[in-house]
């Protein structure tokens, strides 16, 4: 493997593939780090929460101020964004493959189909945990609620 320092506040997630992925606190990169060395998935703005991946590999990345809430393939290729432009929370995909995201600056949650339509929404920035098949938990500054 190539040699790479990491930021402390670099976040990593792991692929079905154990691939590595880290996502850049600090300058924004997501890399994929493998046997074969380590890729640099692109730039998706500043702030990047560890990303939430999907079951073919893909990846769910919040990407405030540049790529916005955005899935790419496994090669940093975008499949969809969303106009969730400020999107800056932890991404969370429950196992309908169901995509949601907080956003402090617009103050609300959304909810996002494997295709990228927005199903959703939720009055609160917050982070969110999958409760049961079709309910989640929503954490946020306000309360922590069940939320569906």
Known sequence: MHN????LEDTPNITEGGD?????CFLGNVLRINQSGVKNLGNFGYDIPSV??????SMAISGYYRAGFCRVDREGKKVWSTPLAYADCLPTIN?????VVGSLNDG??????AEG???GSYHRTAV?????QDFWIARSE???KTFY
């Open 52 to 57: 939430a991946i999907y079951p073919d590999n």
């Open 142 to 144: 306000e309360y922590c």
């Open 20 to 24: 590595i992925i880290v996502s850049g």
């Open 4 to 7: 790479h320092r990491f930021i």
């Open 128 to 132: 969110f945990s999958e409760y049961s």
């Open 95 to 99: 196992r309908n493959n169901v995509a």
């Open 108 to 113: 609300l949650s959304s909810f996002f189909t």
């Open 117 to 119: 339509s927005q199903i």
